[in-house]
T-cell receptor, first 117, second 116 residues
Framework: DTGVSQNPRHKITKRGQNVTFRCDPISEHNRLYWYRQTLGQGPEFLTYFQNEAQLEKSRLLSDRFSAERPKGSFSTLEIQRTEQGDSAMYLC???????????????FGPGTRLTVL | GQQLNQSPQSMFIQEGEDVSMNCTSSSIFNTWLWYKQDPGEGPVLLIALYKAGELTSNGRLTAQFGITRKDSFLNISASIPSDVGIYFCAGSPEPGDGGSQGNLIFGKGTKLSVKP
C-alpha cells in the first residue's frame, strides 16, 4: 500500500495526558499537512511542512500542539496536557510540490481519532 | 476567516438519479478540489480543478471551476448505493486572502444518502 498511513487509528486518553500521532506520507511527496476534523465539520488546517521545514501554522495550533518532520519523511503531532476540546479526528495529507510551487492535490490518510475523557 | 458555503447539507435520492451539489466562496479561489469521505476514514480525492471554467470528469462524476472563480459544482450521474457518503469541496484562496501554498479550506460537506 503506497498511500498515506497514520498511527494509531484510535487513541483514548485522560485529560492532562500527552499524546503523539505519527504520519507516513506517500514516499515521493515532499509536502505534508496536518488537519483537524470535528463531527459535522470539514477538516481544518493546522500546519504544513515542505521537506523538514514547517512553513505555516494555523491559529488553531495552540502552544500545546507541536509538529515535527525531522528527516523530511514521516511526521509526528504531539498534544501536551490534552483537554476534552481536543477530541477530534486528526488527519494527515501529503502532496507533491506544484509546478509553480503552488498548491496541489492533497492525499489524505485514514486519520487518528482522539477521545479525551 | 475564509469560509466555503456548501449546499445542500444533505440529500436523499433514488438509485439511478443524478445528483448536483455546489460550493461558493466570498473571495476568489485559485484551486477547487472535491473529496468524498466515508465514516471513520479520511477524505478521498475525486476531482481537482485549477482553471476558471475548467470542466473535468472522473467516471460518473463531473466538476466545474466557476468562471467567477468563486464557485464550483459537482455532479454525480446515475447514482448507485456506494455513492453514499459525505462530499466536501475544498479550495485554496488567492495569497493575501488567506491563501498559501498549503492551506486548503473545506466546506461543511454534503451528506448523500441513496435509497436502494
Amino acid at each position: 500500500d503506497t498511500g498515506v498511513s497514520q498511527n494509531p487509528r484510535h487513541k483514548i486518553t485522560k485529560r492532562g495526558q500527552n499524546v503523539t500521532f505519527r504520519c507516513d506520507p506517500i514516499s515521493e511527496h515532499n509536502r505534508l499537512y496536518w488537519y483537524r476534523q470535528t463531527l459535522g465539520q470539514g477538516p481544518e488546517f493546522l500546519t504544513y511542512f515542505q521537506n523538514e521545514a514547517q512553513l505555516e501554522k494555523s491559529r488553531l495550533l495552540s502552544d500545546r500542539f507541536s509538529a515535527e518532520r525531522p528527516k523530511g519523511s514521516f511526521s509526528t503531532l504531539e498534544i501536551q496536557r490534552t483537554e476534552q476540546g481536543d477530541s477530534a479526528m486528526y488527519l494527515c495529507a501529503s502532496s507533491p510540490q506544484g509546478l509553480a510551487g503552488g498548491p496541489n492535490e492533497q492525499f489524505f490518510g485514514p486519520g487518528t481519532r482522539l477521545t479525551v475523557l | 476567516g475564509q469560509q466555503l458555503n456548501q449546499s445542500p447539507q444533505s440529500m436523499f435520492i433514488q438509485e439511478g438519479e443524478d445528483v448536483s451539489m455546489n460550493c461558493t466562496s466570498s473571495s476568489i479561489f485559485n484551486t477547487w478540489l472535491w473529496y468524498k469521505q466515508d465514516p471513520g476514514e479520511g477524505p478521498v480525492l475525486l476531482i481537482a480543478l485549477y482553471k476558471a471554467g475548467e470542466l473535468t470528469s472522473n467516471g460518473r462524476l463531473t466538476a466545474q471551476f466557476g468562471i467567477t472563480r468563486k464557485d464550483s459544482f459537482l455532479n454525480i450521474s446515475a447514482s448507485i448505493p456506494s455513492d453514499v457518503g459525505i462530499y466536501f469541496c475544498a479550495g485554496s484562496p488567492e495569497p493575501g486572502d488567506g491563501g498559501s501554498q498549503g492551506n486548503l479550506i473545506f466546506g461543511k460537506g454534503t451528506k448523500l444518502s441513496v435509497k436502494p
